[in-house]
Every structure is written in C-alpha cells, then in structure tokens.
C-alpha cells in the first residue's frame, strides 16, 4: 500500500521526551477521510500510555485523541464529508462494525476491540495507530464527526474524549432537569461535567476536596459546592443526589461519596482505571444504591453531545501551547496546573 510522510511528535520510550518524528499515512482508501490537523487536546491518557503505565503502549507513541481539523481529502465512497469541513476525530479509528455493540452504535464496548486513534492495531500499514500530535491523520468515515462551525474550534477539541467521557454517563443514565447532580472532581473531565449539567437543567453540585475551586465551579455553571474533607457539609447532602459523576482520575476511597446517593441511585466511575479502595458492601445494599463504569462514548452519542455543544455554546475552557511544549505541558498536566485542558495549536509544527 502507498502511503505519505507526515511530521509528528513521538515518544521513543516510556521515560523519553517527545520529540520530532516523521511517520507514514496510509493514501487515501475509497471510505476515507484525510485530515488537516488544526488543533489537537492533550489528554491525561496521552501521558500515561507514553509512559507505558497500563503496560501496554508500543513504541514509537504519537499521542492525541482530541482532533479537530479540516477534511483534505475524500474517497470515492465517502459522501458525509466534502472537502473543507470542519471535522472531529475522538479515541476510536475503527471497529468490528459487527458485534451487538457496534450494531448498537456503542463502538467504545466493540466485542473485538475498537482501534484506538493511537497505539492501536493498523489494519492497513501493520504496527500501530499514530494520533493527533501529527499533521494530518487519514480516519474511516464512519469515525469522523462534524463539528458545528459555530464553535470556537480550538476549545472544541477536548469534547472529542473529555466532553464525551462525561457526557454519555449523563444521557445514558437518564439526567433531567431538576436532578441533583454531583460531580466529584473539577478538572479535565469534571469541568465538562458541570458545563453538561448544568445545560441539561440539572442543580449542580459540584463535589471537591479543594475549598479555592469554587469560585471557578460556579463560574462554570454550578450551583452549589461541597467540600468532601468537611464531615458536616457531607452529612448534610447525605442520601440526597440523584446521580454522581465521578472523575477522580486515581484510585480512592468512594464510601463517603456513596452515602450521599440517593435509594436506587448512580455514581459512574470515569476516571480510575487502576484498583480502588475496599468498597463497604452496606452502603450499597442497605439503600439499594449503584456504582458503575463509563468509557468514552459511540459515534452516534459523540455526535449528538457535538450538535449539542453548537446548540448550547459548550466548549471546553483551554490553554494553547504550542508542539514545542508538549514536554512541559506533560510535566503541568500531572501537577494538576491547568484550566482545564492543553490544547495544541498544530500550525506550530510546520515551523
């Protein structure tokens, strides 16, 4: 197969710096979409898989899974694009397109594993996907969203894996207006979490155990804070949510969150992916109550959460940087020193 070069940032080893690459694109094939990378998010998921801590990354990594870009170039089969579209790129290239999942329009649950938009299985080239820290990608159709023009685009890229993130637990669970609805964590991820909330009519509590992040949580829309280290304030809202979303990206102790749901009532888990805490089974049965897990989001629920943000005017609150950075960035984002996500302005790779 015939395939381009394209400049890129990559990590040669899980303790390296990134640093200019050059990889290979695939030419584009009849159901493809070729895309110029015009900015691209920096997610916390990107540090850990160039730092090989879920022990599966392969190397060389170029990272990025929150694309957004303009369409280069269309295959002969492709009619959802034309070229010039404003176009979204998320976590997933490809998939089965088979299983129960997919049939469901839930590609992220793919029964034989989706592609991720990097460090998955290249279908095409062998080896593995390379992401959005690039100049341009070549994506199936089928994973390609359109993004309202509307929105601001470079603050638009974090909706493609932190928008989404939070976003499908709250529509597959059912938040309505009037909830009260908790959000456990005011970053990357709880920051959308709160914007959606919010714009869904929900009264948002914003759940945290930093007293100086309040003002910043009722900028972002919510209505009230509790801080999670004050046992009275904690008592005071016990068995009182109707949802929890929890983003706590690293493991901790959930009981004290689970007292404050509701009988029959959810938290979703979307951030610690690594072993928690004992889990006290009483404060589960005794009210009936709900833990559960989310990953990313389909297609379908991606594009809906995108009309969505053109609709309500969400986008994510972001710092650019440029590629040169990405090695400080990386050092920030673990240190928790950004509001609320880096985001690439990629015109800086072609300097």
Known sequence: MSKTEVKAY??????????????????????????DIL???????????????????????????????????????VNKFKEGDLVGVGCMVDSCQECSSCQEGLEQYCENGFVGTYNGKDKHLGGHT??????????????????????????????????ITTWSPLTHWK????????????????HMGVKFAHAMGAHV???T???????????????????????VQMKEHANSFDFLLNTVPVGHDVNPYVS????DATMVLVGAIEPLDPIHGGGLIIKRKNIAGSVIGGIKETQEMLDFCGEHNIVSDVEMIDIQNINQAFERVTKSDVKYRFVIDMKSLKN
């Not at 990590?11 to 070729?34: G, I, M, Q, W, Y």
């Not at 998921?45 to 990272?63: A, C, F, G, L, M």
């Not at 959005?132 to 969203?145: A, D, H, T, W």
């Open 130 to 163: 390379f992401g959005g820290y690039s100049e341009n990608i070549v994506v199936r159709e089928e994973f390609v969203l359109k993004v309202p023009e509307n929105i601001d685009a470079k603050a638009a890229a974090p909706l493609l894996c932190a928008g």
């Open 10 to 35: 990559a990590a040669h080893a899980n303790d390296a710096d990134l640093e200019p690459f050059t990889l290979s694109r695939r030419e584009v094939l009849e159901n493809d979409v070729k895309i």
């Open 209 to 231: 155990t930093s007293p100086g992040k309040s003002e910043d949580a009722k900028n972002l829309g919510a209505d009230e804070v509790l801080i999670s280290k004050d046992a």
């Open 39 to 77: 900015y691209c998010g920096v997610c916390h998921s990107d540090i850990h898989q160039v730092r090989n801590d879920w022990k599966n990354s392969r190397y060389p990594v170029v990272p990025g899974h929150e694309i957004i870009g303009r369409v280069l170039q269309t295959g002969s089969k």
């Open 260 to 263: 404050l749901l509701k009988r």
């Open 175 to 190: 938040v309505k207006k009037g909830d009260k609805v908790g959000v456990i964590g005011l970053g990357g991820l709880g």
């Open 205 to 207: 509590v914003m759940i």
